[in-house]
């Protein structure tokens, strides 16, 4: 695994072999990264990473100059690894161990960017709670953005707020975002990559 650009661009990051992720590839992290570059400038954006895993979208935040980044997980090794790796960079990173719905259901907090990447296995119906929990608490800005990865059997392109997604391969990034940034989405409907 290796951080994209920024400052740390080229950097590698070797996650222990055990830890129960599936993270996200180096192809989808560039397609992602270059559609938030065009709606974003990165520095200082506060970002939340939901089901974090090893942590990898938030070190291509942090590297970009993102600041501060909460990563949640529910594996105590993926939390100590994020915690490990941000120390390692000077990330301005803190990683918390948290069933995401309970934490979405408790959590007080704004921010710019949200990140999902929940396990591909879980229901349609889970997928969907954490898009309504994240818009019914206020978590993200009025001009913010929640990106949520799934594969092609689920489908998010119904919930409301939903702006646009892009498929790269077995992965899909749908973009969600408040009603009024919706003009510039409107002819970037789905888009084979």
């Known amino acids: ?17 055990n830890l129960p992720v599936r993270p996200t ?29 090893t942590g990898s979208i938030s070190y291509e935040f942090a590297s970009r100059g993102c600041s501060p980044i909460l990563c949640v997980d529910g594996d105590m090794g993926c939390v100590t690894f994020i915690k490990k790796t941000a120390k390692e960079f000077d990330f301005d990173i803190t990683a918390i161990k948290s069933d995401v719905f309970k934490f979405l259901e408790k959590h007080k907090g704004n921010y710019d960017i949200i990140f999902a990447d929940p396990p591909y296995g879980m229901s349609q119906k889970e997928f969907e709670t954490i898009i309504e929990l994240i818009f019914e608490r206020e978590l993200l800005d009025e001009e ?39 003009e510039e989405s409107d002819d970037m409907e789905t888009e084979e990559e």
């Open 25 to 53: 590839t180096d192809m989808s992290k560039e397609a992602l990264f270059n559609v938030l570059n065009n709606h974003f400038n990165f520095s200082e954006l506060k970002i939340l990473e939901l089901f974090a895993g």
């Open 144 to 182: 913010g953005m929640l990106v949520v990865e799934h594969s092609k059997y689920t489908k998010l392109d119904h919930m409301a707020n939903y702006s646009f997604q892009k498929n790269y391969g077995g992965s899909v990034f749908t973009f969600f975002e408040f009603e009024s940034n919706d």
């Open 1 to 17: 695994m290796r951080i994209i650009s920024g400052k740390y661009k080229g950097r590698r990051i070797a996650p222990p072999k």
